[in-house]
């Protein structure tokens, strides 16, 4: 059985105040912006992400 995936905050409005949307599977209500929305896995990426401050010339 799998655990659902719990947001730590509105991607809307930051703000903290969640609860699970009863009507939808996996969506989430945000209490101070009033809006409802769903997290979902999109996949892997292929290679992975390069971050910006990734030096490979072995420079610190």
Not at 3 to 19: I, K, Q, V
């Amino acid at each position: 059985m799998s655990e659902r995936a719990a947001p730590f905050h509105c991607p809307y409005c930051g703000d903290e105040d969640l609860r699970p949307n009863e009507q939808g599977h996996g969506a989430w209500e945000c209490g101070a912006c009033n809006r409802a929305f769903q997290l979902k896995f999109l996949g892997l990426l292929a290679q992975g992400l390069r971050r910006a401050d990734d030096h490979k010339g072995g420079r610190t």
